[in-house]
């Protein structure tokens, strides 16, 4: 949700990643504004997963990927706030995008963009997702992140790992 994160921000111009992507990334990319759906995709597919991406591709500012042991089906992210859904057709969601998605007072780097370049961050191959805990040199993110909950057990921290 925010915090310490890699220098290069995952590529979050309305892009559907079929596989997860690295949390070190996307926190720089909801640093610079961008929403990240996030889903379980043991527990979400087909028609559930094609509403989803509905909402990204190619809105800007936004990014979807799979996200193995979710403890919800999906976990919507935007700088220093988390919703937590069970269902791709909550009005909630919509509402999360529209209410976070480039607001200016809710993310450090207003204005930043969500394209990448050459020899940055490579969507197409991009770095080997990666659940290990956090390395020693990680910190935590201070000024207390939201966390918005439809399901009974806390999403787990999407604070980056080391990298």
Request: glycine letters at 10%.
């Amino acid at each position: 949700m925010g915090g310490p994160h890699d220098q290069y921000w995952a590529t979050c111009t309305g892009t559907v990643y079929p596989d997860p992507i690295r949390t070190e990334n996307v926190v720089h990319s909801l640093e610079h504004g961008a929403v990240w759906i996030a889903y379980d995709p043991q527990k979400v597919a087909g028609d559930e997963v094609s509403t989803l991406e509905a909402k990204v591709d190619g809105q800007p500012y936004m990014l979807m990927s799979p996200y193995p042991g979710l403890p919800s089906p999906i976990s919507v992210q935007s700088w220093g706030h988390r919703l937590a859904l069970d269902d791709s057709e909550d009005d909630r969601l919509g509402q999360f995008i529209t209410a976070l998605r480039r607001n200016p007072t809710t993310h450090p780097e207003a204005g930043a963009t969500c394209s990448t370049t050459a020899g940055s961050f490579d969507p197409s191959a991009p770095p080997p997702f990666d659940t290990s805990a956090p390395g020693p040199d990680a910190v935590p993110m201070t000024g207390g992140p939201q966390s918005i909950s439809a399901a009974p057990t806390p999403e787990p921290s999407f604070e980056p790992g080391h990298g």
